[in-house]
């Protein structure tokens, strides 16, 4: 049995003392961003931890305080990774049942007023200055649906596919945090594909829709023209959060070729609001797809296991169920696991730095939309739906093809056994209506 | 005839009193980097100026001062173009012969000696931090050009491409500053196309190009679900440079379908050390290519001049040529124009933004390869020497199809007549051998 805490934590939490996710916090008592880990139903603000010697029982981070009294987590990430287990194994000490740092926070009622906030008590912003996003393409099953839908199928997958991890660069600047609104986007779609010539028109997104990714933020820089061979590329990962690749299927069906996807993809991309530290995910790796080619050497890892092992799951909520008289009704319209990746984050980043290109702290890497094969475990609209052709029925009567103004996607994933779960908090996002230009 | 400066300016430079172009230097005197302009041979150093009231005679200024003690030219850009027309100006006006300023510098020879540097005793660095980097695909010929080796003659320009600036997001942290060696990228390719399966080989790219281009940075930012009009887009361009889109053309054949270039870009993009502001750009438009397709309202410019018109020109200096005894032979493989681009950047801006992507200050936006229709006028080796098929005869006997190690490619660019030159400087890089992994 997992060690317990002196918090009572719920049973069902994601953020059990297995946890210990980083995040970026502003409170009732500091409008300034901070730096905090979520624990139980609190956030244990670090900021004010560290100002009241929280990490005296922690020597060799004493020159490092610093880094929490910063307004993202890159100082902290940049450290490496010897630093965060050090830290994170130093709070769940802090916080478990007969720890001999009771003194500090336990038995000290003062302090634990105030650095324990209810998590509806506090607001997260992004956890990290992103410098450069890149999304990949690695969950094979949603390649080869996708692949059959905006391509012949007989070449769903490229002949690329099983070689390398195919990626894109995507747009920094629109990676928000949970709860940011959408606004739904506008641009050039073909409104009769079959016309000759094609011409666009203009308009609100009519097929709007969600992508169920992971993403892993980096905490090692490496020098242009300096690539990281894989066995060194797991210790560039900080940790993993949720994310939601909100794409606008219309628009990208008409810009993406030849270059890739681009206004489709970069008005809005959200992120859950704690980053689960490598570490904590070390428990937790599993095999992934089965890759039938045999890779390049610069592309082989040792170890089978270099796939996270997550639940995830996509709920929506329509507007139409968030009434007051029936209150919301949160559907799951998404079962699936990060399992159902071919390529891991340490094979993406060796990939990504081959040829040269310098990764810095704070840079973020999507997994690609994870889909498993049965209808229900799809992380897109586009392949439940085959496309736009097929409605999606929800439990209050009501269907979908793509996302309505007023429909709320969460997004959920965790791993690990009941009172030691392991997860996310929500990736959640609520679609407003187009503005007019 | 245009105004004359009291300091001795050559002829032919690129820096004449019409361009005052900013960046960002180190000097003898301080390794911190800061901002400067360039004039004539000289660089001067804006943080030295301002420590020693430089600024007096802009009294509108001073509120302002600090943005010349800053690392990046970031913090000057976000005051708009108001501020920098009129910085500018004076410091036009504080360089000519016969200003009211003439106390200030021309006749003060303490402060000359400590804010004039000669160019060749500064190191430029990049003029932003830049948050991300896009790149378009605005030049018309070259399209057809590439469209035509990489996919079928018949649809060269895909049907999207007079309705939308194509682009796609690039990677910022590649972006360095002109003379960074460039370590020639290896990378999965396909020896055998024809092959049947199809299985790259790791290997140095063998067919390592250049992309003549020109790149604007932004200097207004617009938020998350709020496009910039066409009206107001130019508003948001601070400046411009040119720039040298290396790409690894064997790597991009095997990677980039569907999801576009990757590896095959990111290894480097190399621009040049001054941004020639908006202001000094103003009386150097010109129409650009001709659209056929009636453009959507959103992308319509009311000005039909709405092209920067300067010369660009390559030059390639081969390692064989470069020897002491013959001294470095450096030939002009592309003399072109930037009329040759089919959409502007206050285009691209607005189509950037339209489905509510936010830009920021320092964001840099690429036009694409700029080619001519002759042989003579490609910006890129691809298309001179038909995907490699026809080699290109150099001066001294020496052919290429791509570029070998110990080439150094260099770019320049200017408008404007002989006295009053406005040019960038050079945009330079050389080949390194690749380095294993
Ligand atoms: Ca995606
Ligand atoms: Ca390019
Ligand atoms: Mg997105
Ligand atoms: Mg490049
Ligand atoms: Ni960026």
């Excluded at 829709?209 to 894989?230: S, W």
Aim: glycine content about 8%.
């Amino acid at each position: 049995m997992a060690a317990q805490s002196w918090l009572h934590i719920p049973t069902d939490s994601h953020f059990s003392l297995s946890n210990i996710p980083f995040g970026i916090i502003t409170t009732p008592d500091s409008q300034v961003p901070h730096p905090a880990v979520a624990i139980g139903t609190y956030a244990l603000d670090l900021a004010v931890f560290t100002e009241n010697n929280g990490f005296s029982g922690l020597p060799e981070f004493q020159a490092h305080l610093s880094v929490f009294s910063q307004e993202t987590l890159n100082a902290f990430a940049a450290l490496g990774q010897t630093v965060h287990r050090a830290v994170r194994r130093y709070l769940q000490s802090v916080l478990t049942e007969g720890s001999p740092h009771a003194a500090l926070l336990q038995s000290n009622s003062g302090l634990r007023q105030k650095v324990l906030f209810p998590l509806g008590d506090i607001h997260n912003h992004l956890p990290m200055q992103i410098g450069d996003y890149t999304d990949f393409y690695a969950g094979k099953h949603h390649a080869v649906n996708v692949g059959t839908l905006f391509r012949d199928p007989k070449i769903a997958l490229q002949p690329n596919y099983t070689h390398l991890p195919v990626g894109y660069h995507g747009r920094a600047s629109s990676v928000v945090v949970t709860g940011t609104p959408l606004v739904r986007p506008s641009g050039q779609i073909l409104d009769n594909p079959a016309a000759d010539p094609k011409v666009p028109i203009f308009s609100p997104s009519r097929r709007l829709d969600i992508e169920l990714e992971l993403a892993a933020f980096v905490c090692k820089c490496n020098k242009l023209g300096a690539p990281v061979p894989i066995t060194d590329a797991h210790e560039a990962i900080f940790g993993i959060v949720l994310m939601n690749d909100w794409s606008a299927r219309d628009i990208q069906a008409w810009e993406y070729v030849p270059l890739g996807p681009f206004g489709s993809k970069n008005f809005q991309t959200t992120i859950s609001p704690w980053v689960i530290l490598a570490d904590a995910m070390a428990p937790f790796m599993a095999k992934g797809l089965e890759n039938e080619s045999s890779l390049l050497p610069y592309l082989q890892e040792k170890k089978v296991d270099n796939m996270y092992d997550l639940e995830l799951q996509v709920n929506l909520t329509s507007k139409q169920s968030n009434t007051k008289c029936k209150g919301a009704i949160q559907q799951t319209i998404t079962k699936t696991t990060s399992r159902n990746l071919v390529w891991s984050f340490p094979q993406m980043l060796t990939h990504h730095t081959v040829t040269g290109c310098p990764m810095h702290v704070g840079d973020l890497l999507g997994s690609g939309t994870i889909s498993g094969l049965d209808a229900s475990e799809r992380g897109s609209l586009l392949e439940q739906t085959s496309g736009g052709k097929v409605s999606m029925k929800l439990n209050g009567g009501e269907e979908r093809k793509f996302l309505e103004d007023g429909d709320t996607i969460t997004m959920t994933g965790w791993c690990g056994e009941s009172g030691a779960l392991v997860g996310f908090g929500d990736c959640t996002g609520t679609i407003l209506p187009a503005v007019s230009l």
